[in-house]
């Protein structure tokens, strides 16, 4: 993967996002180095409270380095952070109870089953009242979809399963802010609607969600905001929306004459053609001052295209993603 072009690098924006006291994790300069080599590079980064914040950025771009140093799992090699108002890690004590964290996938005993992990996971929590711990064990097993599987020993758990149960030993109190390391991962497209909806719900109880994920689909359905990393860097951040609008969406056009739809639209600025010989459709890059649609279709009907469908389709964080970085990205997984 090759370093994104300084000149595609634009500043984190500050606009829209809310004072101090509505941010529940901000980060000044944050870096964290191995060996020589920066995994984390001088991040400035702002979540606002009762937002769903999706971290977005290929495998190894800093996602989950940055994580552990916001949880005080590792020390920053330069700059700061604060959770909750807080800096960490030297608030740890006071922060972590706030917050329900799945990172890098749970830490299960195989030995014991899902509901018994869960039991032991409450009870080396400090703040738990013991005379709500059965009830809640029950709420969380219930709320990820496993009161069924209660009983079964973890080890027999599919990967899907465990992450139910990570997510689930997160949900066992109350949080301010809730922070996932890829929580749909091994997850059926079943399970991860459940999960998107689950976040969603949570959402709207006032819990903060910090979602990271290297899925752009995850992100664009669940995230009202989202901050982009590659190779270390925060590229950009902001509103879902925001992210997309900056980024100009593509013309498509349906014929069943794609190569004189190529030769004027080539004609009229539009760039990065591409042309699906199966299903006619021809879509292309407008150029930054875009040419009156109107005009172009009827230059296309004019030049003898037979037009079925003509129109614009909405820019992606797929689309804003590439523009950022110059970089592909993988979509799928």
Do not use: W
């Not at 991860?192 to 109880?205: K, S």
């Amino acid at each position: 993967m090759s370093q994104p072009p300084a000149t595609d690098v634009v500043p984190a924006p500050r606009g829209g996002v809310e004072p101090d006291g509505d941010v529940v994790i901000e980060t000044r300069g944050l870096a964290k180095q191995y060996r020589g080599t920066l995994a984390v590079d001088g991040l400035d980064l702002r979540v606002p409270r009762g937002s769903v914040f999706g971290f977005l950025g290929p495998n190894g771009s800093g996602k989950t380095t940055t994580i552990r140093m916001l949880m005080g799992l590792i020390e920053p090699t330069a700059g700061s952070a604060r959770v909750l108002g807080r800096p960490m890690p030297g608030a740890s004590r006071a922060v972590l109870p706030k917050v329900g964290a799945l990172i890098e996938g749970p830490a299960l005993y195989g030995f014991l089953s899902g509901q018994d992990n869960l039991l032991r996971f409450d009870s080396a929590d400090p703040t738990a009242d013991p005379r709500t711990r059965a009830v809640r064990v029950a709420a969380a097993l219930d709320r990820v979809g496993l009161s069924a599987a209660a009983q079964k020993k973890a080890k027999a758990y599919s990967l899907g399963m465990k992450q139910r149960l990570g997510l689930a030993s997160a949900l066992l109190q109350p949080r301010e802010l809730l922070v996932l390391d890829e929580p749909t991962n091994g997850l059926d497209p079943q399970g991860m609607r459940e999960i998107r909806g689950l976040v969603r719900e949570l959402a709207e109880d006032g819990t903060t969600v910090f979602l990271s994920s290297h899925l752009l689909d995850e992100i664009e359905q669940v995230c009202t905001h989202a901050a982009v990393m590659a190779r270390g860097r925060l590229i950009t951040q902001g509103t879902v929306a925001e992210l997309a609008a900056g980024t100009r969406g593509r013309l498509a056009v349906t014929t069943p004459d794609p190569a004189q739809a190529v030769r004027v639209l080539e004609e009229h600025g539009v760039s990065e053609l591409l042309a699906d010989p199966h299903t006619g459709e021809v879509t292309g890059e407008l150029p930054a001052t875009p040419p009156d649609l109107v005009e172009l279709n009827a230059a296309l009907v004019t030049a003898g295209v037979r037009v079925r469908a003509f129109g614009v389709r909405r820019a992606s964080l797929e689309d804003a993603f590439v523009a950022l970085t110059g970089e592909g990205f993988n979509v799928a997984g």
